[in-house]
């Protein structure tokens, strides 16, 4: 049986309460897109691109809240590497390169407020279409599993919050990521 992201979750909190039942949750409230995030890349993984889980955000965390260590955490330090490619400039020539201009997916899932089921259900949904593909409800409803209601609400928080957006010509309620 394999267990989902939320699993992992509820149970290391339910363990870091009883461990630390004496400290208060001032690191959480200070720090909670951080821990959010650390857990996302906990269990991310994208091999086509080189990209592994990584628990080391996680240890930092968790060092600072049973250690007392005082380790800077910064969400920008979780960035994949690459992933935030810029159009670079041929000094010689002057041309920029806009084949590199593409923003990973993570990227931005780590800039949304998404929760962890959502932002899961985004990357299924992105790994069966990616950028050009064009999707529309009935595929939500068979790649996440969703009833037909909860992949209309889906589709529409995610128009919502500039992740994908309507795209014309193939009918109505069709959807592409936006780049």
Known sequence: MKVTQEQ???FLLNILEHLVFFSTNAIFAENSWYFRNALVRANYTNLQKGIHETTEYLEIFLRNLLLNEKNELHNRDMHISGSLNTAKVDIENTEVDIQNTEVDIESTL?????????ANHVRKLFEKFGYDEVFGRSAVMKVIDLKQSGASKFLSNLVQKDIIEPVSGHGKGKYKFKK
């Open 8 to 10: 992992q979750q509820y």
């Open 110 to 118: 780590l800039e949304k407020n998404l929760s962890i089921k959502t």
